[in-house]
Nanobody, 122 residues
Framework: QVQLVESGGGLVQAGGSLRLSCAAS????????MGWFRQAPGKEREFVAA????????AYADSVKGRFTISRDNAKNTVYLQMNSLSADDTAVYYC???????????????WGQGTQVTVSS
């Protein structure tokens, strides 16, 4: 089992920034990849970004490229999502997930955090 705990969400004005953190514990070696997803009210959960623990290889959704950056601290088993130039469209519950390959497909992620709310006021 892998336990994931997100933090760093909150309320921010449009154009502002937030950094989300996801601390992983448990059998972290069983998951090669960490991802961020988000779900806005009335919408399906969507992929945001992913990173491989070992290589650092990343993937981003087109909607966040150039604004969001995913990074990891292997020593702390923690993944970050730096979000800049936020807009109201970024308002959602953000989830981190542990998976097997760097992919937008949520079905490849085996463990999920409880989510953290990000609200962007316009």
């Amino acid at each position: 089992q892998v336990q994931l705990v997100e933090s760093g969400g909150g309320l921010v004005q449009a154009g502002g920034s937030l950094r989300l953190s996801c601390a992983a514990s448990g059998r972290t070696f069983s998951s090669a990849v960490m991802g961020w997803f988000r779900q806005a009210p009335g919408k399906e959960r969507e992929f945001v970004a992913a990173i491989a623990w070992t290589s650092g290889g990343t993937a981003y959704a087109d909607s966040v490229k150039g604004r969001f950056t995913i990074s990891r601290d292997n020593a702390k088993n923690t993944v970050y999502l730096q979000m800049n130039s936020l807009s109201a469209d970024d308002t959602a519950v953000y989830y981190c997930a542990a998976g097997r390959i760097v992919t937008p497909a949520s079905r490849t992620y085996d463990y999920w955090g409880q989510g953290t709310q990000v609200t962007v006021s316009s």
